[in-house]
């Protein structure tokens, strides 16, 4: 029955609509996030055919859906469809590979037709002490520089391309401007770059409507452990050898190039024991 | 094995794709996951079963019927945000102020530290005082290892309290008070005494897995050449409540 049922449901395309139960999801699961980032247009999204996002408002973003591999066509409707023969957009078909994640992004190509494209989003472990930002311009407006911070600066980014900067944690104050200029278009805006996560944020809106923004989106990555924890800056004294006076001392004599410190002898090393 | 995917397919009855035409690949991964999907979650629907599409690409008069008197129904628990909204940094548990070893008489103020321009941690200068790795999570996480280090001995204090931590037996407490006052309960369940140059750091720093404090100083045997400890102390301590 169960296999049956399967073949049937696989003959018949309606397949992997998506599943929202991240609970029980597979480790090899593709993560699909899904951006509306067309201005002023409500809109349903289909999924092989399922409608998977109802009345889907700008600005919004959904997910992640874990799906297993596969190829999946999406197709985004007016609102209200009562299904997807007559696409807005689409239908679009997203090849995902597994344990991968991404984000289809509903937008308007740069002269301001509604498009969809499908990004990838960098997981990778970062460094540590580091995050990663990734940019996407999905604007209806030419080519923008993007200004994070002091620390990075992306140029001449074209819809509907991407850039991806690793910085070090913290806040980076992003803003775009139009290429080869530093007035912003929009932002300023603060944007977290968290050790172990990918931020994205994305221009989008149309320059000539007046309504460029920008959204961001925050995917857990990898982390990294730091590269050591050097925490023997001096060789510790054995308790009860010198008194702290004297080991003060001490050092004023090390620096004078006397071996004072040197007498101590070291904590025996030892294997590893587990005491519990 | 699990594939969750195999119970969402029984969400939308009744509206076959237009068109849909999922390739050998997606087929194949479909009927393996449904078929192996013992060990899986939820049973299919029953609906499923009895709303089932034609085995052709193209919508059955039946199956278009339904759609057209079946208002489709989308999947009822993706999450939705508002990305036009600011993102704020997502924190785990509570930025550690003070650590104590009653057993050893330790006390020591915590303060948070990062990465140093070398990659390593960075370390408060004087060994009275204890760096709590901010990157990683705080004290009263869900999950992951909470990292708090010092010098064994610093040129201000040359002998520190953590240079004490490999007289630790087991089972002795540790209490970490967080920056809301808290104070985290933990006991001690291994002291290691690792080799650097063999040391991997990555399981005393993950920030998945049972919530667990990690106490990391110097020790083994001095290097004279190198001027430093050749190995890392490290103390993992469990959570047993907080108060």
Known sequence: MRLRTSLTLGLGAVVLAASAAPAFAAPEDAQLSVLHAVPDTTVDVWVNGDLTLDDFTPGTLAGPLELGAGTYTVAITAADAADDSAPVIGPIDLDLAASTSYTAVAHLDADGAPTAALFTNDTSATAAGEGRLTVRHVAAAPAVDILAGDAGVVTNLANPDEATLDLPAGTVSAAVAATGTTDPVIGPADVPVTDGTLTVVYAWGSLEDGNLALATQTVAAGHSAPDGVPTGQVQVPQEGGVSPILLVGGVLLAAAGAVALSRRGSVSEGAERDAA | ?243
């Open chain 2, 1 to 243: 094995m699990s594939r969750s995917s195999s119970t969402s397919a029984a969400r939308v009855p009744g509206t076959p794709a237009a068109g849909a035409r999922p390739v050998p690949v997606a087929f194949l991964a479909l009927a393996l996951a449904l078929g192996l999907g013992a060990c899986g979650s939820d049973p299919l629907d029953p609906e499923a079963a009895t709303s089932e599409p034609s085995p052709t690409a193209a919508p059955t008069e039946a199956a278009t019927a339904e759609a057209a008197t079946t208002a489709p129904t989308p999947l009822e628990d993706v999450t939705l945000v508002d990305a036009t909204e600011p993102v704020t940094m997502a924190t785990a548990g509570t930025p550690p102020t003070a650590v104590e070893v009653p057993d050893l008489g330790l006390a020591m103020p915590v303060q948070p530290v990062g990465i140093a321009a070398d990659g390593q941690t960075e370390v408060p200068p004087d060994a009275l005082e204890a760096g709590w790795y901010r990157f990683g999570p705080g004290a009263g996480a869900d999950a992951g290892a909470t990292v708090i280090l010092a010098h064994a001995g610093s040129e201000i204090t040359p002998r520190g309290p953590f240079s004490e931590l490999d007289q630790l037996q087991g089972g002795e407490l540790v209490t970490v008070t967080d920056a809301d006052g808290v104070e985290h309960e933990y006991e001690v369940t291994s002291v290691q005494v690792l080799e650097k140059a063999t040391l991997d750091l990555d399981p005393y720093f993950v920030r998945d897995g049972e919530p667990t404090l990690v106490l990391i100083t110097c020790g083994g045997q001095w290097d004279e050449a190198e001027s430093n400890y050749r190995s890392n102390v490290i103390v993992t301590a469990a959570p047993v409540g907080s108060r």
